[in-house]
């Protein structure tokens, strides 16, 4: 996935899940996971988080997300992925994703938008 400079600068890996496309892997796009909310699902999530945390040898993660209905669910799923996959979580609760760089300088985050 490609990141924007200063998700670069701040050393911070993002990965958006949110509302918007197909099935499948068309869900997965260079502006993160985009879908329909009857397929981005909590579960989606959870696969998504515990993916991240695999991927990343645990580590610490700061979780934060937009203020959508769907927000809480997908971001409790993330969470669940993350710790499931030897993760360290801190929930930042609702940021817009430049202050989540900010707060995740130094670890990874995660934006669910």
Sequence with gaps: M???P???RAGTAVIFVG???SVGMALFGTA???GPVTEVTPELAVRVGRAAA???NGGE???ARDGRETGE???AGVAS???AGGAAVRRAGMLPTPALALASRGRRGVMVT
Excluded: K, M, N, Q
């Design 2 to 4: 490609s990141l924007p």
């Design 6 to 8: 200063w998700t670069r």
């Design 19 to 21: 509302r918007c496309s």
């Design 32 to 34: 993160g996971i985009r």
């Design 54 to 56: 695999t991927a990343a």
């Design 61 to 63: 993660f700061v979780l």
């Design 73 to 75: 669910a997908l971001a």
């Design 81 to 83: 992925g993350l710790l």
